[in-house]
T-cell receptor
Framework: AQRVTQPEKLLSVFKGAPVELKCNYSYSGSPELFWYVQYSRQRLQLLLRHISRESIKGFTADLNKGETSFHLKKPFAQEEDSAMYYCALLITDSWGKFQFGAGTQVVVTP | DAGVTQSPTHLIKTRGQQVTLRCSPKSGHDTVSWYQQALGQGPQFIFQYYEEEERQRGNFPDRFSGHQFPNYSSELNVNALLLGDSALYLC????????????FGPGTRLTVT
């Protein structure tokens, strides 16, 4: 069965420091991975998708099929990055069913 | 476009009761997915509706049922409520050709006492 694991419930970093959110997955098919973000009092929204290979708000994520990981990174954290981050696996034999991780709360302090 | 809207915002029910939650998709979207998010957990897929049919389902009992209307809006019904059904219920809409591009609503907070 498919699974998404985010081992850190909380990450506290200082402004300007690098931040890395870990995500590991287990899936027998061809994985499509996403990162979603939820800022305080806002709805869940897509941050980035591995296929697009974009950098959004300074964040990047590389899919490592050998290590079955999709870690999210930003070299210099900003206070506005404080939010809840969810790693999500799109089940590719479905019509858009996502398997989400439990989420990591990021707190950026000045 | 207000995006995905859900009603009500909050709901308190008693164990054993039934509840109906509603969702209006983003303009132009024809597919609606429902997720349950328990406290401290990520969203869990309940089911998805397309063309007024349940197209796929997650690991939820048949106490959870739904409906999609011709205007693509959707309802989630939960019968015989249990304390464990207390959660945030999220609706997400998408277009059939872009299933990965899901837009989420603000959610309905259900509390079962």
């Amino acid at each position: 069965a498919q699974r998404v694991t985010q081992p850190e419930k909380l990450l506290s970093v200082f402004k300007g420091a690098p931040v890395e959110l870990k995500c590991n997955y287990s899936y027998s098919g061809s994985p499509e991975l996403f990162w979603y973000v939820q800022y305080s009092r806002q709805r869940l929204q897509l941050l980035l998708r591995h296929i697009s290979r974009e950098s959004i708000k300074g964040f990047t994520a590389d899919l490592n099929k050998g290590e079955t990981s999709f870690h999210l990174k930003k070299p210099f954290a900003q206070e506005e990055d404080s939010a809840m981050y969810y790693c999500a696996l799109l089940i590719t034999d479905s019509w858009g069913k996502f398997q989400f991780g439990a989420g990591t709360q990021v707190v950026v302090t000045p | 476009d207000a995006g995905v809207t859900q009603s009500p915002t909050h709901l308190i029910k008693t164990r054993g009761q039934q509840v109906t939650l509603r969702c209006s998709p983003k303009s132009g979207h024809d597919t609606v997915s429902w997720y349950q998010q328990a406290l401290g957990q990520g969203p869990q897929f309940i089911f998805q509706y397309y063309e007024e049919e349940e197209r796929q389902r997650g690991n939820f009992p048949d106490r959870f049922s739904g409906h999609q209307f011709p205007n693509y809006s959707s309802e989630l019904n939960v019968n015989a409520l249990l304390l464990g059904d207390s959660a945030l219920y999220l609706c997400a809409s998408s277009f059939r050709d872009r299933p990965y591009e899901q837009y989420f609503g603000p959610g309905t907070r259900l509390t079962v006492t």
